[in-house]
């Protein structure tokens, strides 16, 4: 296995190996015992033929009828034994293209062993000059399918593409896994030849339906664009390497950056035991936009992107076996760029307590990294050591909704959640995922190192007993549910004028509906039985707009029983005379008012005389209202003084 640091790109200009030197072939497969990582490493070098990766033949067989007009090595005297050095007569196909309209140089089954570089010019700065843009090298294997294969024997680059355009299908790359530098395609403009060339970004390479094994670098694309798609990559450091030319390019518009390095569609492929799957490097790797990356498969997978990333989308990925290390320990790691990112519908974790390493995260955005209008949804974490998700630094605009964690935080310390925002979190939305329950237990699945604001953190099931979200500091407009321990309780907070708004569209009729409530309901069985059981009501009050609250209380035998008007007249029970303000045990202190207008009783109908009472009673002879007071025995008139004058 390559050591993952091992990532520099070697220099590709090597000094051929003496073809009289017999090649490292190693221990013979014919005994050594048969294993699945052996035929990976082994099978096909030698000519052999096996029924689990497609028989190879000792020679070359002639070409199928659709490439039946390609050029072929064989035109140029290879034999493709996998002994012989074929790399001479693969360089005079690949020069014989120059001046053909399609240029295809096609390998028929066979071991084709390369002693140094193959290289396809860029020669397009030469004006009104024949070119190999768009030259096709094309075998006749699939994904992990080895029947046409470029065994490079040294330590160097396979093949060199400088021509735009180029495309790699159906070839099996394959390195002895003692060459610790070995990339198999390099794809670069010459960045030395500057006349002429208007675009020097555009490379625009294809690389698909081809299996790499035991390369650093598997691919190593310089510059905008690639499609690599259904290949397999199996045992080796990095399967695909991208940068932006170290002195820029020449052109303009959209060819420079932040806009050139785009449009990248990365799908399908196999990464098999490899330390990266996908990185960007170099100082612009921040700038790398506009990338597919999606239905890849990563088992013994480790990590499937690391680099600078935005304006992109990860999709339907799949990682097992997430490997742990202590500078890249994430399955997708952003390093620099961060906004416009998309993470949906991917399986991404590590191994379970059986067997298999574990990241230390799923998703992470280091601290060089901005994190801004990022979604995360319907994404599944498992086996994870630390934070699934987890932004370093502050992070702004995030959704993440609809996932599910699992056996996460399995490190047991209290700094992990779920979710981790190391910093604040702003405009965030965490809506209807499922949190496992911590392995720390009552920490919350959201932990917020800063201060939280504008955000909406609802719908979530999770089990512990501290709530959903930890933070530093609550800031102003939050909406939150089952902030902490205790009853489902919503949170709103907002400097001033916060509001949870239920706004009515239809005309209403004064007498059947309600413009909106806020009520408590019960199921239990006994006295009014299930239903509401109090509450707040707003209602029309009249055909012409005006409203009313209504509080609500249920009774001994009702439900939602309207206990108590508010409308612009005034405070009215909805009921005469059934109301109280206040009680025997809890007063009102003081009742300020402009009047008090109290209603004529017959004596009858006097209440026990409580010390302190006051009434109008009804004089039986006159039936004017008389003022009387209990004294706690009986009720007294007052005598009342002369009318009161008004001028």
């Not at 014919?30 to 099978?43: D, K």
């Not at 707003?538 to 249920?554: F, H, I, K, M, Y």
């Not at 302190?612 to 706690?632: H, M, N």
Request: hydrophobic share 40%.
């Amino acid at each position: 296995m390559h050591s993952s640091g091992e990532c520099g790109s070697p220099e590709i200009h090597v000094t051929a190996r003496d073809p009289a030197t017999p090649p490292n072939e190693g221990t013979s497969s014919m005994v050594t015992p048969v294993n699945r990582r052996h035929l990976l490493r082994t099978a096909g070098i030698a000519g052999v033929a096996t029924a689990t990766l497609g028989a190879v033949s000792a020679s070359a067989q002639a070409a199928p009828a659709d490439v039946a007009n390609a050029t072929t090595p064989q035109d140029f005297g290879a034999v493709g034994d996998g002994v012989a050095d074929d790399t001479d007569a693969i360089q005079q196909a690949i020069d014989a293209q120059l001046t053909k309209a399609n240029k295809i140089v096609y390998f028929p089954p066979g071991t084709y062993r390369i002693t140094r570089t193959l290289v396809i010019p860029d020669i397009e700065h030469v004006e009104n000059s024949p070119d190999f843009n768009r030259i096709v090298l094309a075998g006749a294997g699939t994904m992990g399918s080895r029947t046409s294969i470029i065994r490079v024997d040294f330590d160097g680059t396979g093949i060199a593409c400088g021509a735009p355009l180029a495309a790699f299908r159906g070839l099996a790359f394959v390195v002895d896994s003692s060459q610790q530098n070995a990339v198999a395609i390099q794809t670069k403009r010459d960045d030395s030849l500057g006349q002429g060339i208007s675009n020097s970004d555009d490379m625009d390479a294809t690389i698909t339906e081809c299996t790499f094994v035991d390369f650093n670098i598997a691919a190593k694309h310089v510059g905008r664009g690639m499609v690599f798609t259904n290949n397999l990559v199996a045992v080796g450091n990095i399967g695909l390497d991208i940068s932006w030319p170290v002195d820029g390019i020449k052109g303009d518009n959209v060819h420079v950056l932040p806009y050139g390095m785009r449009k990248w569609l990365i799908e399908g492929n196999h990464f098999h035991s490899m330390s990266f799957a996908i990185t960007t490097t170099g100082a612009d790797a921040h700038n790398f936009r506009g990338a597919i990356i999606a239905n890849n498969v990563l088992d013994i997978g480790r990590r499937l992107f690391t680099g600078g990333i935005i304006n992109s989308t990860f999709t339907g990925n799949v990682v097992e076996n997430g490997a742990t290390n202590a500078t890249d320990a994430s399955v997708i790691s952003v390093k620099s760029g961060g906004s416009n990112l998309t993470f949906t519908g991917n399986v991404l974790g590590g191994g379970d307590p059986s067997g298999g390493a574990r990241p230390r995260h799923a998703i992470e955005f280091r601290p060089e990294a901005t994190a801004r209008n990022v979604t995360i949804t319907g994404n599944s974490f498992n086996w994870v050591d630390g934070s699934p998700v987890y932004f370093a630094t502050a992070a702004a605009e995030v959704t993440v909704s609809a996932n599910s964690f699992d056996n996460w935080n399995l490190l047991a310390e209290e700094r992990w959640a779920a979710v981790r925002v190391n910093g604040d979190a702003t405009d965030m939305s965490v809506i209807g995922n499922v949190f496992g329950a911590n392995s720390v237990a009552g920490a919350p699945p959201v932990r917020v190192i800063g201060t939280l604001s504008g955000s909406t953190i609802v719908g979530n099931l999770f089990d512990n007993t501290a709530g959903v979200v930890y933070a530093e500091g609550i800031g102003d407009e939050n909406y939150i549910e089952r902030r902490s321990v205790g009853a489902n309780q919503h949170e709103l907070t907002a400097a001033k004028n916060g509001a949870l708004v239920v706004r009515s569209t239809g005309a209403l009729d004064p007498d059947a509906d309600a413009f909106g409530s806020f009520v408590a309901a019960s199921e239990q069985a006994t006295g009014a039985g299930p239903g509401v059981k109090g509450g707040v009501r707003v209602v029309p009050a009249n055909e012409s707009g005006a409203a009313a609250v209504e509080l609500l209380c249920s009774t001994n035998d009702s439900n939602g029983v309207p206990a108590m008007r508010v409308d612009i007249n005034g405070l009215i029970p909805t009921a005469d005379n059934v109301r109280d303000i206040g009680s025997a045990d809890r007063k009102i202190r003081t009742v300020f008012a402009h009047n008090l207008q109290l209603t004529a009783v017959p004596a009858a109908e006097l209440p026990e005389p409580t010390p302190g009472a006051v009434a109008l009673v009804q004089d039986t002879s006159t039936r004017a209202g008389l003022l009387a007071i209990a004294d706690g025995t009986s009720w007294r008139h007052l005598p009342l003084g002369s009318p009161v004058r008004n001028s």
